[in-house]
């Protein structure tokens, strides 16, 4: 399997932040994000390589009940996802799978911890990735199977106030459970979440979606491996 990173920290964002978690980052993305902030997955990847078992040995290794598979996009390596995730289900773990919500399969999973990207993130126009990046970004019916199939959480980086009229448009379209719905700050450093963090929860309040901080960025900055 293609991957980047394989540590133990805790979970920084969404539905089960602060939770002890083994993370296995796999290598290589479909989209382009601009502010990508895991660019040794997507713009520059790497290509380490671990088998399916060597992983799994690794991650029981921590003794630690939660595993976080993330990229990267986890699915684009299908086959193997799904046997990474069988194999830890088997052995108790609880398994998250945070993916871009652009490729579907079926995996043995806890949480499907979704991420659609918006707008904000588009390459410039002028970037040879720009074109498939605006047309793969969102793809509603990945969306669609995921929250019929799954428990979820649908994570949506902001980045402008503006962005809310996109989430909404989308979240009606496609009819995702607000309660679902977490927004999170875009910044890879701790000043550019603290700028947007006071706007972001009161447009939580006014919409009844949930805020997530961003623990791993405010505590470490721009540090891979944590
Ligand atoms: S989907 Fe995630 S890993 Fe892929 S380019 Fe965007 S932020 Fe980076």
Not at 98 to 127: G, H, R
Not at 190 to 202: C, N, R, S, T, V
């Amino acid at each position: 399997m293609k991957f980047s990173e394989l540590f133990y920290s805790i979970q920084g964002e969404g539905q089960l932040i602060g939770v002890p978690s083994v993370f296995f980052r796999t290598g290589f993305c479909n989209l382009r994000c601009i502010w990508c902030d895991t660019p040794y997955t997507s713009w520059q990847p790497e290509s380490k390589e671990i088998s399916v078992e060597e992983s799994v040995t690794t991650i029981m290794g921590f003794n630690c009940r939660h595993t976080v598979i993330t990229g990267g996009e986890p699915f684009i390596q299908t086959e193997d996802l799904i046997s990474l995730c069988h194999l830890l289900t088997e052995r108790g773990q609880h398994v998250t799978v945070e993916t871009n919500a652009t490729v579907f399969a079926e995996v043995e999973a806890d949480l499907i911890s979704m991420s659609p990207k918006l707008e904000n993130s588009n390459p410039p126009a002028n970037n040879r990735h720009f074109s498939r990046h605006q047309r793969e970004r969102i793809n509603r019916s990945v969306i669609q199977r995921f929250l019929a199939r799954y428990s979820c959480q649908v994570k949506f980086v902001v980045d402008d106030p503006e962005d809310l009229t996109e989430i909404q448009d989308l979240q009606a379209e496609i009819e995702i459970p607000p309660e679902t719905i977490v927004l999170m700050p875009q910044g890879v450093r701790p000043d550019q979440i603290q700028d947007k963090q006071a706007w972001l929860i009161e447009l939580c309040k006014t919409h009844g979606y949930r805020y997530s901080p961003r623990l791993h960025i405010d505590i470490w900055g721009d540090q891979r491996g944590v």
